[in-house]
């Protein structure tokens, strides 16, 4: 039997190539389905984030395996096989379970050691189980990678600081402004990357920040935490007219902004300029807004010269974090190793 790992990341592909691989958490079922029918997997996991999309299995045999899983996504994405295979990552043990465990811990990441990732690891496995694709290998597999992202927390310094991509979008903000005290922020998406936003903007002593979300609620149980004002997303065309920094995370599967509503709101704006970044997976922004006169438009990707310094920041910490990954994938590689001793004395496969 074999754990495989299938992918592909910021480093691998640009987003906007990634961005046609991204999975809603409603597609996700029927995804996992698929996999298990006709990929031929045992067990499966998909995570989907701004910055990866990667598949985990379990498959009694390789035979073919990692070739229909190319095909997978290559028909996912609409995009052609051998162009794509180009920009995947496929892996088997160890190698599979280094990755994912390294991924957990936030060492993969665009911003080393961020704090969103492991929040998403989990939520991947929790709606895998939920949708009975995983059993007793990708449950162990995934509890053992959420157990060493919180040994490395606990025992290094890798998250200390600027740890999250909407962090980051606010250092980018404030290279842009200078002192963000007094600029107004319209904060789109109040999910993990939302909340984490808000708070570095208040951190950086922003006093005026609006938090549009698709469900209201949700933007009101955030800036209850937070300060700030919620808005509902159906004024959104109004709110472009007042905002210096418009920050957007929501995972909606299509353009939020247009090139058209945006050059709308220069008008109404009498062409103030306006800082767009969008840090959606698909992207919210229409790329082409960045062609107007005084938006400056910033996608994930662009975010990676700030990051650079980040890392700088954090090397002393990487090494003891890879060594507390290094033990945890022994430990779990020994069980496993176990595990298929004892399945092959009772003449059974799992």
């Known amino acids: 039997m074999h754990i495989v790992l299938v992918g592909l ?5 640009p987003v906007e190539l990634r961005e046609r691989f991204a999975f809603a958490r409603t597609e996700l079922p029927q995804a996992l389905t698929r996999l298990r029918d006709e990929v031929g997997l045992a067990e499966a996991a998909i995570l989907s984030t701004c910055n990866r999309v990667e598949i985990y299995a379990r498959v009694p045999e390789l035979n073919g395996t990692l ?16 162009g794509l295979k180009e920009r995947l990552y496929s892996l088997t043990e160890p190698d599979s379970v280094r990755h994912l465990f390294a991924v957990a811990s936030g060492l993969d990441s665009m911003v080393l050691g961020e704090a969103e990732i492991v929040g998403q690891v989990k939520m991947a496995y929790e ?13 162990v597999l995934f509890q053992r990678a959420l157990n060493t992202a919180k040994a490395v ?14 962090s980051v979008a606010v250092e980018l903000g404030g290279k842009i402004f200078g002192n963000l005290s007094g600029a107004s922020v319209l904060l789109i998406g109040a999910g993990k990357i939302g909340a984490l936003t808000l708070q570095r903007l208040q951190e950086r002593g922003v006093r005026e920040v609006r938090v549009m979300n698709r469900t209201v609620s949700r933007a009101e149980k955030l800036v ?9 997303l159906d004024a959104l065309a109004s709110e ?33 300029p306006l800082c767009m970044i969008d840090l959606g997976v698909p992207r919210n922004i229409e790329p082409s807004v960045s062609s107007l006169d005084n938006v400056y438009l910033f996608n994930i990707d662009d975010l990676n010269g700030l990051v650079d310094h980040y890392h700088k920041e ?20 020994s069980w ?12 059974m496969r799992i």
Request: proline residues 1%.
């Open 314 to 333: 954090r090397e002393h910490a990487l090494v003891a974090s890879q060594a507390i990954v290094d033990e945890k994938v022994d430990r779990f590689l």
């Open 224 to 232: 209850q935490r937070h300060e700030g004002t919620a808005i509902a």
């Open 67 to 82: 070739d229909r899983l190319h095909r997978f996504l290559s028909e996912r994405g609409q995009v052609e096989l051998l």
């Open 127 to 139: 709606w895998a189980k939920d949708s009975g694709a995983t059993g007793k290998v990708l449950n």
């Open 336 to 347: 496993w190793e176990e595990e298929a001793l004892r399945n092959a004395e009772c003449g």
């Open 240 to 272: 472009l007219l007042q905002a210096d920094i418009v920050i957007s995370s929501t995972s909606a599967p299509r353009y939020l902004l247009s090139r058209l509503d945006v050059a709308r709101a220069m008008h109404g704006r009498r062409q103030r």
């Open 153 to 166: 927390r606990t025992h290094t310094s890798i998250s200390r600081g600027c740890t999250s991509i909407g």
């Open 9 to 13: 990341n910021h480093r691998s592909a």
